[in-house]
């Protein structure tokens, strides 16, 4: 049962990475090789009640991501229909892409470790569709922004799925992780973005023209409106998972209900045919469904890896093969580019006990790096990364050619930075 279900991993993942020569959409390899996985687990597992519940509890994690990245995007589809970003892009002066690109880094960054790398990403690529008219301008930068929400969210509890884990399950404390892996981030972030921005040096950008081809405008009170709602409510998510404990998901849904009741007021004595453009209905068919449906199909492919006890079992040859938890930790973080960090961590999370790495071990804070930041090195290898890959449609092998070089050296760059100032406190 193992081979069979790495084998069909192994070619659900070629086929997903191969998608544009071979003319097959990403979304329907992954939801094919998630049926195929979960059959073949299901036929060599006897207890049919264990595989119904472990589906279960995959499904509700995999439906939790995928309603908050379908809260997310429809709330900046409502600012985006209000042209409420161009609260942003008319405050942007800058003619050159090299300065913008530090700008976007920066901005991303820190952004992220407020709100989380998923939602950064999306806002961010947004932002970029209002700025940059040639698509692959955009490329660049989305692979950009895809390295720095990551490294952003590495050093922040609440910035990366895997750092909240790590922060929820007692092995880290807010101020040791932000105090130990802030530097670290930023020279994984830094180091790509400097090389990006010497390449792109001396070239101007290129703005599409503002709000030229719509017949519909919303009034500046409008914009601003649904700019800064829209904008809280991504930022007042995390605040409300701290408050209530419960899931990012109903924070953003409730939100989105939230922006729905005050357009639905502000817009509810004019013409229909007016305020159609502004409506919710109309931002939720502009999302992508594609980006979701694979976005589903990846999760539930990597869960059944997980229920099969094949991650566990990798961590442990490791353990066993290499010894070394720096080593172990790097490999980790470059392993969680090809499946999702989250099993990943989990297991790590099973292998060694708080007994003997207690909180703010070296262990953990390096694992919340490698982990945070390595699902940089591909494109599917975070959320962010298949965000970008859905809304500005990325190649994988564009992305392998162009990005996965910079967001590798920037991983160790950061890793070197982290083993050089534990050395020296230590």
Known sequence: MLAALVAVFVIAYAAIALEHPIKINKSASALI????LWTIYALSNSDAHMVNEQLGESLMGTAQIVFFLMGAMTIVEVVDSHHGFEVITKRIKTTKLSSLMWLVGFVTFFLSAILDNLTTTIVMISL???????????????????????????WSPIGDVTTTI???????????????????????????LGVTAYVLRGRDVVSPERGGDRKVRSSPFESNLMFFMGIGIL????????VTHLPPFMGILFGLGILWLVGDLVHRNQEDEYKQHFTLIHALSKIDMSSLVFFIGILLSVATLEHAHILTSLAGWLDQTVGRLDIIVLIIGIASSI??????VAASMG??????FPPDHFLWEFLAYCAGTGGSILIIG????????????IHFFWYVKKISWLALIGYFSGAGVYLLQHLLIA
């Open 166 to 192: 790590l922060w929820i399950g007692g092995q880290i404390t807010t101020m040791a992780i932000i105090k130990s892996v802030l530097l670290p981030s930023l020279a994984s972030m830094i180091v790509p």
């Open 351 to 356: 292998m060694y006990s708080l007994t003997s």
């Open 339 to 344: 499946v999702d960090n989250v099993p990943l």
């Open 128 to 154: 970029m569709r209002k700025l940059l008219v040639k698509h692959d301008d955009r490329l660049f930068f989305a692979g950009i922004i895809v390295i720095a929400a990551n490294s952003g969210g590495a």
């Open 235 to 242: 930022v007042a998510v995390p605040v409300f998972k701290t």
């Open 33 to 36: 090789g998630a049926g195929l």
């Open 382 to 393: 975070s959320a962010a990364g298949v965000a970008a890959m859905g809304l500005e449609k």
